[in-house]
Each structure stands twice: as C-alpha cells, then as structure tokens.
T-cell receptor
Framework: SQQGEEDPQALSIQEGENATMNCSYKTSINNLQWYRQNSGRGLVHLIL?????REKHSGRLRVTLDTSKKSSSLLITASRAADTASYFCATDPFGAGGTSYGKLTFGQGTILTVHP | GAVVSQHPSRVICKSGTSVKIECRSL??????MFWYRQFPKQSLMLMATSNEGSKATYEQGVEKDKFLINHASLTLSTLTVTSAHPEDSSFYICSATGLGYTFGSGTRLTVV
C-alpha cells in the first residue's frame, strides 16, 4: 500500500527559481530516496539519504530527512526547463541488511513544471 | 554500474491475449526482483516480489493467476499478463538490487 504523501501535488515555477517538494511517510525506514520520472518514461535515481543522515547534497539537489517527523524534502536550486518532470520519494524500511532489500514504497509524487 | 534491461518498452495487444514482459539484470545477479505498476498520473505500486527459484510474493489485491511471474534464473524475471483487459493498460516497471536500486526502463502496455 502507498504510504508516502507528497506535497505539493503540482508545482509550477520559472527557470532560475528554487523548487521544494516534501514527502511524508508512516513507518520506520532504513533509507529514503528521490526519483525523477519524465513523462511516460522510466525512473532516474536522484539521491539516497539514510535514516541516520539529516541532509545530503548532490549538485543542485539538497535533501533533508527528519525521522522524528517522518518527513523529507527535496530542494532543486536554480531550476531549469529540463527539470520539468514528476518527482517521487520512495522508502526502504530494511535496506541492504533486510530480507526485503529493494522493496520500495513510493509517495504520490509532485509534478514540477519549470517555465523557460 | 548495475543495469536492468526491460523489454518490450511498448506493447499493444488485443483484449483476451497474454503479454510477457522481461526484466534482465545485465551485469549482476539478482535473486530478488520487484514488479511495479503505474497508472496514468499516479504513483508506482508494488505488485509482487520475484524470487529466483521459488514462487513470487504478491501484494494484497494483485491476482497471482492474472499476473504470472517467473524467475527461473539469477538474471531474468518475467511478468506475464494473462487474458489482458483494457483495465490492465498501464506502465509496468521492474527493479533489482545489485550495486544499489536499479530500475528497468519500463513497459507501456495498451490493451485494445
């Protein structure tokens, strides 16, 4: 069952602006990941943050994780038209040490539109 | 890096026919693979866990007789949608864990 909720459901911004998406989940996790999906295509893995981490950066991406609130945020700085896509968070409750390693629960996603 | 190849990328079939989708791990062995389904403008929902050499584990509400999963080798899992109906039209995507979480490129199934 889907446990993740993301907000906003849709976000429309101008090129150069920052985009912030939030994700909440319900159960304990080993890690949380963010993925991008262009319309009708496969998933692109963006970043993974472990439950013992609070913040992680990768290029223009910044992810935070608050396990006490069971929430995460993805910030895309200086957005570009090419960032237009759907963004999903996904949680893995067990990680590599668990028997269900790889079994992910996805959030509902945020549709980001960046206008040139 | 780890690569998962999924075929076909797109398939159109007639109602009542069966369609097989393949998911291959190209440079690593995957004892476990996962199959997800995504309806238009919705999120990915886990359908089943494919286990090499044993029966797949299906999520609640997923008909195992309709969505047949075979994982006969350490590099190949197949999903067969049997007696397909228009409501089975969806985006199906597989994943495996090798050097991390790796997804196939997905299969767009349209049942007419």
């Amino acid at each position: 069952s889907q446990q993740g909720e993301e907000d906003p459901q849709a976000l429309s911004i101008q090129e150069g602006e920052n985009a912030t998406m939030n994700c909440s989940y319900k159960t304990s996790i080993n890690n949380l990941q963010w993925y991008r999906q262009n319309s009708g295509r496969g998933l692109v893995h963006l970043i993974l943050i472990r439950s013992n981490e609070r913040e992680k950066h990768s290029g223009r991406l910044r992810v935070t994780l608050d396990t006490s609130k069971k929430s995460s945020s993805l910030l895309i700085t200086a957005s570009r038209a090419a960032d237009t896509a759907s963004y999903f968070c996904a949680t893995d409750p067990f990680g590599a040490g668990g028997t269900s390693y790889g079994k992910l629960t996805f959030g509902q996603g945020t549709i980001l539109t960046v206008h040139p | 890096g780890a690569v998962v190849s999924q075929h076909p990328s797109r398939v159109i079939c007639k109602s009542g026919t069966s369609v097989k989708i393949e998911c291959r791990s190209l440079d690593f062995q995957a004892t476990t693979m996962f199959w997800y389904r995504q309806f238009p403008k919705q999120s990915l929902m886990l359908m089943a866990t494919s286990n090499e050499g044993s029966k797949a584990t299906y999520e609640q509400g997923v008909e195992k007789d309709k969505f047949l999963i075979n994982h006969a080798s350490l590099t190949l899992s197949t999903l067969t949608v049997t007696s397909a109906h228009p409501e089975d039209s969806s985006f199906y995507i597989c994943s495996a864990t090798g050097l991390g979480y790796t997804f196939g490129s997905g299969t767009r199934l349209t049942v007419v």
